[in-house]
């Protein structure tokens, strides 16, 4: 049995869920970030399944989504950058709020994410020593160069574009994965991708399990590529990252 409800942390709204009974003890925690146009509630299925096997998991609405949606479509599908920026940069006070509120076993916080929450997770775990282990689905840590393919905030046709482009970039310079392989490496990361993925290319997740290889840091590294599966969340996606923390939180 578990529990699911919404709460808010920092002021910013969450879906919740935990063991049945469990709202005000303890637990090993992560806090799981959503893809770009979903919400919470939509990827509440994985909330589920890590609260069936007893973490907490505290998942936010990213900003202009579910219930910070403003109801601009079109102009959100140029934001895709800043909004991957202001989660990175809302983390620390979200952070703190859980951990303030004793719901989670010190030590025992984790990170992870789908699509552009794996993207989140991957920039969270590179800057944040206290992220005990964290999990990308589909995600990727390369920032600057998927922005030339990714929802790219505008067409570059001119110096000025350029310029334009580059101010929306800069700021996620330094969560970029390839400046923090030490950081990754340190801990436990899964990485999981669909080798067919239409969105965000399997290219990147390899291309940072061999950055890793290379410098010796993946001694802590788990990595599963699925054959044939284009951008979504598999139940094989889902049961290794419920496997995941786990081993490295429930159990560790």
Request: net charge negative.
């Amino acid at each position: 049995m578990i529990e699911v409800f919404t709460q808010q942390y920092a002021g910013i709204t969450t879906v919740h869920a935990c063991p049945a009974g469990m709202r005000e003890a303890p637990l090993p925690g992560v806090v799981f970030y959503h893809g770009f146009t979903s919400s919470a509630l939509v990827y509440s299925y994985c909330a589920v399944a890590l609260a069936m096997a007893g973490i907490r998991v505290i998942m936010p609405d990213a900003p202009d989504h579910g219930t910070r949606y403003q109801g601009d479509e079109a102009g959100r599908l140029t934001r895709f950058w800043s909004i991957l920026h202001q989660s990175l940069e809302e983390y620390p006070r979200l952070r703190d709020a859980v951990l303030e509120s004793g719901a989670v076993l010190p030590g025992a916080l984790g990170v992870a994410g789908a699509s552009m929450g794996g993207m989140t997770a991957l920039g969270i775990m590179a800057r944040h020593p206290e992220v005990a282990c964290a999990a990308s689905l589909m995600g990727s840590g390369f920032y600057h160069a998927r922005a030339a393919t990714l929802f790219p905030p505008l067409a570059v046709f001119s110096r000025e574009d350029q310029r334009a482009f580059d101010q929306i970039l800069a700021p996620l310079a330094d969560y970029e994965a390839s400046g923090h392989l030490r950081a990754l490496g340190s801990r436990p990361l899964l990485l999981w991708h669909g080798l067919e993925d239409d969105v965000v290319p399997a290219a990147d997740s390899l291309a940072l399990q061999r950055m890793l290889q290379a410098q010796g840091l993946d001694t802590q590294l788990s990595c599963h590529w699925q054959a044939g599966v284009r951008h979504r969340v598999t139940p094989e996606a889902l049961d290794a990252t419920v496997r995941f923390f786990v081993r490295h939180l429930a159990e560790g």
